[in-house]
């Protein structure tokens, strides 16, 4: 994955960083909340060695310091913990103590700065300043037994308390709950990217089927979002998308014979019948006789989606009840309806008996193109059998709902009952994101749009199948 890749990855898991941030931020508001707050009393040393002559400077100054980290040791023994520890103003331990004292040396220099960190702005400067005096006399009384030369320890600056506490220090502890927000939710939106086995781009889609992808249909915001009939405008990126479809099929056409056309899915919920339709009213917009066909007996509903009789249908015409000619019913100009019926209790065998061969053969003869509505190819076989008698199939895939595995079994159902696959379709890509769909809407608006008066073109059919 390249730069490109990780930044569409934040982009379409933005929710997950964020969501790890803001969970970081919170732990980070409560710690500093809770945490005590510490105060810092400090006080730094200037150490010298006297000298008898220049030449003794710089011998004295690497004594010095190279005896400062002695003298750091000796702040927290109990030579100086010990008598801090006893006076009744502390109220500590000699190893509670030593625990609150810190010191570093200056490099290059011979300063030292000690450090008393505590809870008590008063404790803190007490014993700062009772310490000064402990360690001055302390590293004195023993650099005089050791050596002919006392080493002179000087107080250069302090003890003086730090204005604010040391801790807790709010703007560094969010600043690292940021970070660590940001490296958490980064990784788990790479891990979701990687385990996310799903269909996300048309090219990932030909790969899996080594067909033409034919269009990314993509989702319409401008519908209403309730169960029923739905509509997509005639500017609409969705329309347009569907013409490419309609567009690509009827070159298809041209080249081979292609009336009969199975549009199918690999499961449920992937919009194979709003495809459908939407494709039938656009082959019926070119003066075309379109005859749309509910081939899903399992669970028919185009009739109630387009608000036609659900009672008859394919259903009554396989089981001799009816003629094509008794149950087809019109809907708008060049385009017929053959519904669903009432569900049989054996739809496979129905569907692959001679007389579904006779029913395709006279509504290819009647009109120009059929449109078959099939059921979902994974769950029941029923899809296979009207694709294998159809002149070809349209694959409808949904974005980031259908996954690679389930493409690939579909195909493999198609490929083994010898069915042309002549494409597939990306469908309800998404408007906004990474992968969003290209904007149609200022090249594609109609002059209503802009200067209003003109009607509306006919709208498609957009329902959730």
């Not at 009744?88 to 004292?101: H, K, Y």
């Not at 006399?137 to 506490?165: F, K, M, Y």
């Not at 389930?406 to 009952?417: K, S, Y």
């Not at 002059?447 to 059919?461: C, D, E, V």
């Amino acid at each position: 994955m390249g730069l490109r890749d990780y930044l569409g990855v934040a982009k379409r898991h933005w929710w997950l960083v964020t969501a790890w941030v803001l969970v970081a931020l919170g732990a980070a508001t409560v710690v500093t909340f809770n945490t005590t707050p510490v105060y810092a009393a400090r006080v730094t040393f200037f150490f010298t060695a006297p000298m008898a002559a220049a030449a003794e400077l710089y011998p004295a100054s690497m004594f010095s310091t190279s005896r400062l980290a002695t003298y750091a040791a000796l702040l927290t023994s109990d030579e100086i913990a010990a008598p801090l520890a006893a006076m009744p103003e502390v109220g500590l331990s000699a190893t509670e103590l030593a625990e609150r004292i810190s010191s570093e040396t200056i490099a290059d220099t011979v300063l030292m700065e000690v450090t008393v960190e505590d809870p008590s702005r008063r404790r803190a400067l007490f014993v700062t300043e009772k310490l000064s005096v402990l360690f001055k006399d302390a590293v004195e009384n023993l650099e005089r037994q050791q050596t002919a030369s006392a080493i002179r320890v000087e107080v250069v600056d302090g003890p003086h308390l730090e204005p604010d506490p040391v801790e807790p220090q709010p703007l560094n502890n969010l600043a690292l709950a940021l970070m660590g927000g940001l490296i958490m939710g980064a990784g788990s939106a790479v891990l979701r990217e990687i385990a996310d086995s799903t269909v996300r781009s048309a090219d990932a889609l030909q790969t899996l089927t080594s067909v033409p992808v034919l269009a990314r249909i993509p989702l319409d915001g401008r519908v209403p979002s309730q169960a029923g009939p739905f509509v997509s405008a005639h500017d609409s990126p969705r329309t347009e998308a569907l013409r490419q479809v309609r567009t690509l099929l009827q070159s298809a056409a041209a080249e081979q014979s292609l009336k009969t056309l199975a549009v199918t899915s690999a499961v449920p919920g992937e919009g194979r019948s709003s495809t459908t339709c939407s494709l039938a009213l656009l082959f019926a917009e070119t003066g075309q006789r379109v005859l749309v066909v509910d081939a899903e007996l399992r669970r028919p509903r185009l009739a109630r989606f387009l608000g036609r009789e659900t009672a008859t249908g394919l259903s009554t015409v396989l089981s001799g009840s009816a003629t094509v000619e008794q149950v087809i019913q019109p809907w708008g100009a060049g385009l017929w309806l053959l519904a669903g019926g009432q569900s049989p209790p054996n739809p496979s065998e129905l569907l692959s008996s001679p007389r579904m061969t006779e029913v395709v053969d006279e509504v290819r003869r009647r009109f120009d193109v059929v449109i078959f509505d099939c059921p979902p190819l994974l769950p029941v076989t029923d899809g296979e059998v009207i694709a294998a008698r159809a002149d070809g199939t349209l694959l409808v895939v949904r974005y980031a709902g259908t996954s690679g595995a389930e493409v690939t079994g579909a195909v493999r159902a198609l490929r083994g009952v010898n069915a042309t696959l002549l494409g597939c379709v990306l469908n309800m890509v998404p408007l906004k994101g990474p992968d969003a769909f290209p904007r149609f809407e200022q090249y594609t608006a109609t002059p209503k749009t802009r200067r209003g008066g003109r009607r509306r073109a006919p709208r498609l059919l957009e329902m959730a199948a």
